[in-house]
């Protein structure tokens, strides 16, 4: 998938324009300010298969070397259920979220509690449990 243009809505469902949210978190213009910005840059990365943003955006001491992303899966929306701390003055959060795709003609959820960690202000997705 492509990336949206600056005034399409953007993928995380946010209410903002992609270029007002999400777009200067995945070029590197603008740091996320809080965990839950970061989260859903995240998922608008995975939305647009932007892997380099994913890795960056990962704590380096649980990242992974390389990232695959399923060519076939479309993620359709984000729901923010809950966040603790993660705010400008934390230095850790968490987020949990619904994460709605589909594969081919199959839906499914991926509901997670996501722990953030900042580091040199920088905010990085540490891990998440999934929840059943």
């Not at 995975?46 to 943003?53: H, L, N, P, Q």
């Not at 701390?85 to 003609?105: L, S, W």
């Amino acid at each position: 998938m492509t990336h949206p243009v600056e005034t399409d809505p953007c993928p995380c469902r946010s209410g903002e324009r992609f270029g007002a949210c999400c777009a200067p978190r995945l070029d590197g213009s603008s740091p996320a300010p809080t965990a839950e910005t970061l989260m859903r840059s995240r998922y608008t990365a995975f939305a647009v298969g932007d892997t380099k943003y994913l890795l960056d955006s990962w704590h380096p001491r649980t990242r992974p070397r390389r990232l695959e992303l399923d060519s076939g899966q479309r993620w359709v929306l984000l729901e923010i259920l809950d966040t603790t701390r993660g705010g400008p003055f934390d230095d850790t959060g968490e987020v949990e979220f619904r994460a709605h795709y589909r594969t081919g003609r199959e839906r499914g959820i991926l509901h997670e509690r996501s722990r953030f960690a900042r580091i040199r202000g920088a905010w990085r997705y540490v891990d998440g449990d999934i929840e059943s």
